[in-house]
């Protein structure tokens, strides 16, 4: 069936560097992807999204790469503080044939260490 | 500005009771959804309503119920609580800017365990 999955369930990073965190995806009609973070308690909160027109898209600190030949979406986040401690989920919109629903990954656990 | 208010925060319940979970969002968005949130999973739709008047089911309907009062609330219930439903469960509301089912905001969550 479709799936969003993710590569990583937990990532430790050093204060500084920067974190890297990997999403496959199998439906190839999905046509909009979106990455939120949730910190414990809380509810998941928008990073940022990319349409499937786009490879790469930037915002304040992250990165989104899209690689559609392999099914492969990335949130690349620069220089990582204690602050990006957190679960990331992709999600992926299916496509008119899917309903348009958001699909969205298990979740990758970032701890940041000071 | 409240964004996406949910209420209880969190509820124990015992088999067989009813409760209705309550979502409220203050960003005049058309569309709103319920999820649940389960240990090791990511979010799983449950019933959402694209536009004020009009509801649909999602991945997870069975056990549920969903009224939309207006276009701000935006209600989940549970007629019989099962174990099975023991869960966090959010809500979320997006706007015109994107069509449905593009940017959710999400609601704090409603913590629930039924005994």
């Known amino acids: 069936g479709e799936s969003v999955g993710l590569h990583l369930p937990t990532l430790s990073v050093q204060e500084g560097d920067n974190s890297i965190i990997n999403c496959a995806y199998s439906n190839s009609a999905s046509d909009y992807f979106i990455w939120y973070k949730q910190e414990s308690g809380k509810g998941p909160q928008f990073i940022i999204d990319i349409r499937s027109n786009m490879d790469k898209r930037q915002g304040q600190r992250v990165t989104v790469l899209l690689n559609k030949t392999v099914k492969h979406l990335s949130l690349q986040i620069a220089a990582t503080q204690p602050g990006d401690s957190a679960v990331y989920f992709c999600a992926e919109k299916g496509g008119v044939a899917a309903g348009n629903k958001l699909t969205f990954g298990g979740g990758t656990r970032v701890l940041v260490k000071p | 500005n409240a964004g996406v208010t949910q209420t209880p925060k969190f509820q124990v319940l015992k088999t067989g009771q009813s409760m209705t979970l309550q979502c409220a969002q203050d960003m005049n968005h058309n569309s709103m959804y319920w999820y649940r949130q389960d240990p090791g999973m990511g979010l799983r739709l449950i019933y959402y309503?694209?536009?004020?008047?009009?509801?649909d089911k999602g991945e997870v309907p069975n056990g549920y119920n969903v009224s939309r009062l207006n276009k701000r609330e935006f209600s989940l219930r549970l007629e019989s609580a099962a174990p099975s439903q023991t869960s966090v469960y959010f809500c979320a509301s997006s706007g015109l800017a994107r069509a449905v089912f593009g940017i959710q905001y999400f609601g704090a969550g409603t913590r629930l365990s039924v005994l």
């Open positions: 309503s694209a536009s004020e008047g009009t509801t």
